[in-house]
């Protein structure tokens, strides 16, 4: 039969200094809200799949649209979140509107994801 409270201690037993390092090091609660939303982001399908394929090459609405066979209005709104979370940037060419990774973060963020994913297979 397994123990239901494998992660309870068997005695109170506070290791002080561990606690206060961990403390000191924690990043402060603004922070870890900011954090909690920035990873919020990763959590829609379609998000990770345009910052995938923005991982590639610039592209605009349609021919993002076109490569997920989603709606161009689809594509826009999720867009719209991910320039407001400052995860893609745009650029105007003429009437056209090309978007972009923001940075190279966001390229390792979603490298390492995978990776992890991949171990664990």
Same mark, same amino acid.
């Given at each position: 039969?397994?123990?239901?409270?494998?992660?309870?201690?068997? =005695?109170?037993?506070?290791?002080?200094?561990?606690?206060?390092?961990?403390?000191?090091?924690?990043?402060?609660?603004?922070?870890?809200?900011?954090?909690?939303?920035?990873?919020?982001?990763?959590?829609?399908?379609?998000?990770?799949?345009?910052?995938?394929?923005?991982?590639?090459?610039?592209?605009?609405?349609?021919?993002?649209?076109?490569?997920?066979?989603?709606?161009?209005?689809?594509?826009?709104?999720?867009?719209?979140?991910?320039?407001?979370?400052?995860?893609?940037?745009?650029?105007?060419?003429?009437?056209?509107?090309? =978007?972009?990774?923001?940075?190279?973060?966001?390229?390792?963020?979603?490298?390492?994801?995978?990776?992890?994913?991949?171990?664990?297979?």
């Amino acid at each position: 039969m397994e123990d239901k409270n494998t992660d309870i201690c068997e =005695y109170m037993c506070i290791h002080e200094d561990i606690v206060a390092h961990a403390k000191s090091t924690m990043p402060d609660e603004e922070q870890l809200y900011d954090l909690a939303d920035f990873f919020k982001i990763f959590s829609d399908s379609t998000r990770i799949k345009i910052l995938s394929v923005l991982q590639c090459e610039e592209m605009c609405v349609c021919d993002i649209a076109q490569l997920l066979n989603a709606s161009q209005s689809a594509i826009s709104h999720q867009l719209r979140i991910l320039k407001q979370m400052k995860l893609v940037k745009n650029r105007r060419d003429g009437k056209t509107v090309f =978007y972009s990774l923001a940075d190279d973060h966001i390229h390792t963020i979603l490298k390492q994801g995978l990776e992890h994913i991949n171990e664990k297979n």
